[in-house]
């Protein structure tokens, strides 16, 4: 199926490795040119290096940054502005007992896990709506549908977002052809599910391999996910076709929340 966004332009935040990263080879798969971002210079390099190599018809810029940061932004936007596509994308809060989270530590995860996302949408969605045409992703979790006890920082976060993102997406640019919608993953393999699982493996001894089998277990599909299926169904929600879809949290977890809705 032709997607329809050749030559469109994305930005891709957290994209040097993981979800962020199967995000954008899928948008270059489809022709989109590519910015991406990451703090890590060397591997952000690296992999707009192997995006170019794939994808030699498609254009990439890498801009080594912290996208939580207004300097980190600001990096961004001064070198490129009209974007079409916007992948909201940063680590994740650390887990633990809320008991020990300080005041510090929630505005620490408010700004990564809803504020950045809110500033790169304010900071786009309005050129999105006057060329008519935008779609803007926000990787946010299955934590957010099904809250999961020691992520806390994560669950209050990313709801914010939700809620943010509930409304704004159905606010007026929903008729100038802006989609909104987050994408919510389960488990993946990637570095953060692996150190996840080294995390759980050091606290109760058990061998990691042990600790990843029973997490499969947990899950229909009994595996984990591959950051290709996600960069996929990020693509499509990219698409042209999905024009009519926003507002929405798309669960990609093999099965594993058991609610119908
Ligand atoms: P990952 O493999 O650790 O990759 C994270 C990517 O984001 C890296 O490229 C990292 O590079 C970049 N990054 C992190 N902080 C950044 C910042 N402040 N500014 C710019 N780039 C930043 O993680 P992932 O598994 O792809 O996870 C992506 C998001 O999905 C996270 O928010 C995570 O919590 C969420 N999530 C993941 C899973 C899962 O199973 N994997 C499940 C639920 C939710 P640098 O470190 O060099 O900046």
Not at 6 to 23: E, F, Q, T, Y
Not at 208 to 231: C, N, S, V
Request: with cysteine; charged share 20%; glycine share 12%.
């Amino acid at each position: 199926m032709d997607l329809g966004i050749s030559g469109k332009w994305a930005l891709v935040c957290g994209a040097s490795k993981g979800l962020g990263l199967g995000c954008a080879q899928a948008l270059a798969a489809e022709g989109v040119n590519v910015l991406i971002v990451a703090r890590g210079a060397d591997a952000l390099h690296a992999a707009a290096a192997q995006l170019k190599a794939q994808y030699p018809g498609v254009q990439v810029l890498a801009v080594p940054a912290d996208i939580t940061t207004t300097e980190g932004r600001a990096a961004v936007f001064a070198v490129r502005q009209d974007f079409d596509i916007v992948v909201t994308n940063a680590g994740g809060p650390p887990p633990g007992d809320f008991r020990d989270w300080d005041r510090e530590a929630w505005i620490k995860a408010v700004d990564a896990n809803m504020l950045t996302p809110i500033e790169l949408i304010k900071a786009t969605v309005d050129g999105m709506a006057a060329r008519g045409f935008g779609r803007i992703i926000n990787i946010t979790s299955s934590a957010v549908k099904a809250p999961i006890d020691i992520l806390g920082l994560s669950n209050g976060a990313r709801s914010g977002l939700t809620g943010f993102v509930a409304g704004v997406s159905r606010s007026k640019i929903a008729a100038q052809g802006v989609t909104i919608n987050n994408l919510l993953p389960g488990a993946f393999d990637t570095d953060r599910l692996k150190g996840t699982m080294a995390g759980a493996a050091k606290k109760t001894g058990k061998p990691i391999e042990d600790i990843m089998e029973t997490r499969k277990k947990t899950i229909p599909a009994l595996r984990f996910g591959q950051p290709d299926e996600f960069g996929a169904v990020c693509a499509f929600l990219c698409s042209q076709q999905a024009g009519y879809i926003t507002g929405q949290n798309v669960l990609t977890d093999g099965g594993a929340y058991p609610g119908s809705f």
